[in-house]
């Protein structure tokens, strides 16, 4: 679920550094994971809201989107919307578990950076524990929910390998090497196969092209990202490409060569679903605007232009998909 952690980030690229709160008690305790930790309490924070932080909702939000899309575009009859609803709901149970467990993963490295020091388990407000309760009830609680009540089993597998990818496989590579944001791309780009598998649709050629798109997506996305916040990343000791690519170049050339492929990754969408020519243009219009923005960063290298892509990849998703389910609606 890279696709998980990557909105969540950019959703905050322009807001102010978020500001401690003011301490009215604090105190260390011994938490369940034999680790000391001083719990903060604060007037304007709440138990409810440090764990619904803990799930990323908004996160949530776009992985569920892509799960929909995945589903209208695999239905080949009218959508059975009790199945449609079970997996949406088990989706983001799931969801919100990963996200429970990465921060569980990451907390001494968060506490390290100004851009999530403040979030729940760094700041000492939920105990790691807890949050290890919390994120494996929920994931496999979403998994179970799955099983049960989507008749499919495709649906809770390819959900159990998203899971596991991200929080044993992509998080722990962060600190170990660069390509780590290709390994991530894959949980990141599965939500959308979820939501295929439960409506019927077989994990054939189209399925595998829809996967293509947000894996292609995700890597100038993530990496506009990063550049922003490399100095953070640096302090963590997180091994993000911007942090070893210091001129950028290489950067540059990965967000440009990923923003290129999506021309004719989108074209080949098209062709498999007989879209008509005012889909391969939309498309086309919209790949080339993000390619341009590629490319400019890949010639300032400039935190402004890493924004410049970082916008451009928020409209060109969504964007995408809706042309997408337009196309599918209108054959």
Known sequence: ???????????????????????VEASCLQDGLGEPSCVALSPSRTRFADYLELTKPRIAVLVLFTVAAGALLGSRSAIDLTIFLHTLIGTALVAAGASVLNQLLERHADAMMRRTENRPLPAGRIQPLEALLFGAGLGGGGLVYLMLLVRHPLPMLIAGITFVSYVLVYTPLKRITTLNTLVGAVPGALPPLIGWTAAGGELGTEAAVLFLILFLWQVPHFLAIAWIYRDDYARARLWMLPVADLNGGMTGRQMTAYAFALIPATLCWGALSSAGVGFMLAAQ???????????????????????????????YLPAVLTLLLVQRALN
């Open 1 to 23: 679920m890279k696709l998980l952690e990557t909105i969540g980030l950019a959703s905050r690229v322009d807001s102010p550094l978020l500001q401690s709160p003011v301490l």
């Open 285 to 315: 219009i919209l790949g080339v605007a993000f390619l341009w923005s590629a490319i400019g960063f890949l010639r300032q290298r400039s935190t402004s232009s890493a924004r410049r892509v970082l916008h451009l990849s928020l409209v």
